[in-house]
Antibody, heavy 119, light 108 residues
Framework: QVQLQESGPGLVKPSETLSLSCSVS????????WSWIRQPPGKGLEWIAY???????NYNPSLKSRVTISVDTSKNQFSLKLNSVTAADTAIYYC?????????????WGQGMLVTVSS | EIVLTQSPGTLSLSPGERATLSCRAS???????LAWYQQRPGQAPRLLIF???SRATGIPDRFSGSGSGTDFTLTISGLEPEDFAVYYC?????????FGGGTQVEIK
């Protein structure tokens, strides 16, 4: 069974860049769509972006100007960069895999990583 | 973007009772690209239903989804203790993918 694990700094200063990675184990990153989704503490879910293993990307317009998603198939991982962060970017960040053949139904999730934006 | 409105915000029920959760889309969804997730405290969401009515692998049959167009429903036929959680609907028919605000099912 595939497992996803987020990693990166848990504290980022305002105006800096948030960088997270998602390591995929127990399965190949190939032939699937991979997304980042975030959840501010106590609030709802927001989709950030997806990437296909081939490198095709799609971003939420609300964040597109600040977000970059990338994939490294040799390491079986994908990554998120969010620049110019503010306190509003404080959230639990999840990486997720979409069902085979779909881009937007998430059947596997990482445990989530709380990233706090604060000086 | 498609805005999803979930109701009620909170549902207070007893174990064994039937739960009916609603999700309304701001635009007609010509294809039933609607999913439901369960989120327990401190956990990642878990996929329950996709395609409006297809249960995900390993999901008990007390969970069922229905609906089309703009109105969708998640029904839990008899609440088990582990079902008390927050439920989110999500559309994936049009980018950007969006989630509803959630319905909390709490113990009465």
């Amino acid at each position: 069974q595939v497992q996803l694990q987020e990693s990166g700094p848990g504290l980022v200063k305002p105006s800096e860049t948030l960088s997270l990675s998602c390591s995929v184990s127990g399965g190949s990153i190939s032939k699937y769509y991979w997304s980042w989704i975030r959840q501010p503490p106590g609030k709802g879910l927001e989709w950030i972006a997806y990437i296909y293993y081939s490198g095709t990307t799609n971003y939420n317009p609300s964040l597109k100007s600040r977000v970059t998603i990338s994939v490294d198939t040799s390491k079986n991982q994908f990554s998120l960069k969010l620049n110019s962060v503010t306190a509003a970017d404080t959230a639990i960040y999840y990486c997720a895999r979409a069902l085979w053949g779909s881009w937007g139904v998430f059947d596997s999730w990482g445990q989530g990583m709380l990233v706090t934006v604060s000086s | 973007e498609i805005v999803l409105t979930q109701s009620p915000g909170t549902l207070s029920l007893s174990p064994g009772e039937r739960a009916t959760l609603s999700c309304r889309a701001s635009q007609t969804m010509t294809s039933p690209y609607l999913a439901w997730y369960q989120q327990r405290p401190g956990q990642a969401p878990r996929l329950l239903i996709f395609g409006a009515s297809s249960r995900a692998t390993g999901i008990p049959d007390r969970f069922s989804g229905s609906g089309s167009g703009t109105d969708f429903t998640l029904t839990i036929s008899g609440l088990e203790p582990e079902d008390f959680a927050v439920y989110y609907c999500q559309q994936y028919g049009r980018s950007p993918l969006t989630f509803g605000g959630g319905t909390q099912v709490e113990i009465k």
